[in-house]
């Protein structure tokens, strides 16, 4: 009979002459093989920039994935090349830099600083270009609706199903009886209420954007002054009673309150732009390899 395989490891009599597969070799498995790298070699006008140091600055660039964030880190690690490149060209004395809080610099951020303050210039934002942007935009500029509030929870988690028909249940006759005598709202919330504001008869105090769930934020934008909700509100916390005592309207700020802000806005905007041109113009003048930039969509003022 044929032999149809034999580890050539075995100390066994060599396989007759036509008898089996004789060219076969077990792999070495003793040393691993390398692996591949990560991300292919970045280089700017000659100057290597490691793989280690991408994948150690990715960190400070979350993204949607890994792939994401390392584009993002060479992204910038190249710019920050060709800026300390640059300003070696330039001769940018470092030698007493200090950051705003008076602390010394390393040499590269400090170079990388005092070149941008030298090379790039923005314009300061006039009086009649913050006007046209307050009138182009007047919702920016409009204090946010406030609620004084009051709300009894019937808790019940979203993964529990009976839970929750159980609590949407209580909460509906609790609107009922409420929607009859609101008075025995604080009453009720002391004793039904799951929220720690059942102590102060469920109040919430003043109440802004972003305070609550969506779900809460909704309901109130639709109820006036001394409503109570007629049907429960759901949340992921459970079902909410809710009764609105007071509301008051968002305004908008005159332009003197604001001018300064806009004024700021417009500037770093400016600063912004000027900064992504000079460095896609320093970009466009380098040897680059392993990358291209993204121009405006890249990190470029990181």
């Not at 934008?221 to 509301?247: C, K, Y």
């Not at 309150?257 to 900064?275: D, G, H, N, P």
């Amino acid at each position: 009979m044929a032999t149809i395989y034999q580890n050539p490891t075995l100390k066994t009599p060599a396989a007759s002459e036509g008898e089996g597969y004789t060219t076969y070799q077990e792999p070495d498995t003793r040393i691993p093989p390398k692996a591949a790298p990560v991300i292919r070699e970045i280089s700017v006008n000659g100057v290597s920039i490691p793989e280690a140091d991408v994948l150690a600055e990715a960190q400070n660039h979350p993204a949607k994935n890994p792939g994401g964030a390392l584009r993002a880190a060479a992204e910038a690690l190249v710019i920050r090349e060709l800026l300390w490149q640059e300003a070696k060209l330039l001769n940018i004395d470092v030698s007493s830099a200090r950051d705003e809080a008076g602390r010394v610099e390393t040499e590269r951020d400090a170079a990388i600083r005092l070149l941008m303050e030298r090379e790039v210039q923005a314009p300061l934002a006039t009086d009649e270009e913050c006007r046209r942007y307050y009138d182009r935009h007047p919702d920016k500029f409009r204090t946010e609706p406030l609620y004084e509030a009051r709300h009894i929870l019937i808790a019940a988690p979203e993964s529990d199903r009976e839970a929750r028909d159980a609590a949407r249940r209580t909460a509906a006759d609790l609107c009922n009886v409420l929607a009859q005598r609101r008075g025995r709202f604080s009453e009720l919330a002391k004793e039904y209420s799951a929220c720690p504001s059942r102590e102060q008869g469920g109040n919430l105090g003043q109440l802004t954007r972003g305070s609550t769930v969506s779900e809460f934020e909704e309901a109130l934008a639709e109820m006036g002054e001394g409503d109570v909700s007629a049907v429960p509100v759901g949340s992921r916390f459970g079902f909410h009673v809710i009764a609105l005592d007071r509301r008051i309207e968002g305004r908008q700020l005159p332009f003197e309150m604001v001018a300064q802000r806009i004024a700021a806005w417009l500037e770093a905007s400016a600063w912004s732009k000027a900064v992504s041109q000079y460095i896609s113009v320093l970009a466009g003048q380098a040897e680059i390899k392993g990358i291209s930039l993204n121009g405006a969509d890249g990190p470029l003022v990181q």
